[in-house]
């Protein structure tokens, strides 16, 4: 069930949203007062919503919309992976631009040689790019965290 999925959250679950990028999954944020557009968005482009409103359930949409419950991130994300039943793959891992949801693409080490600390050039060998915001990310100690993050939270079996 989890090959194609995308999401939609409101603001409030914006921490929700990186995660779930950072697992692979394509998630926008609505930035404004969730309500009717942000339904009509999770509809026009096949999107689930995720979010915290109470009253969002009660409206007629015809999409698939999420009440999350947890207060806390790691039990926010825990909970949409297990409603989803959603697969963690290392391979999918840190593929998506954490700010703006752009797919990131593999950048030559020249090509970043003055875009990150001289440290990380030296030391680093792979990078990756967002095409859109330009952002660099390259295997760090963020990602260390990041999966010790959800080892703790989540417990990922193939991790």
Not at 46 to 63: H, K, M, N, Y
Request: glycine share 6%.
């Amino acid at each position: 069930m989890s090959e194609n999925i995308k999401y939609v959250t409101d603001a409030s679950l914006a921490r929700l949203a990186k995660w779930l990028r950072l697992l692979g999954y394509d998630t926008i944020v609505f930035p404004h007062a969730a309500g009717r557009d942000l339904l009509n968005i999770a509809s026009a482009e096949g999107r689930i919503v995720l979010t915290r409103r109470l009253d969002l359930p009660e409206r007629q949409f015809a999409c698939r919309l999420y009440l999350v419950k947890g207060k806390a991130i790691g039990g926010q994300l825990s909970e949409v992976i297990n409603q989803f039943s959603l697969k963690i793959e290392k391979e999918k891992l840190f593929r998506i631009c954490l700010k703006c949801n752009e797919k990131l693409t593999a950048a030559a080490k020249e090509e970043v040689r003055n875009l990150v600390p001289e440290f990380v050039f030296a030391n680093c060998g792979e990078y990756n790019k967002c095409p859109h915001c330009r952002k660099i990310y390259w295997a760090g100690t963020h990602q260390r965290n990041a999966l010790r993050f959800l080892d703790k939270n989540v417990h990922p079996a193939d991790l």
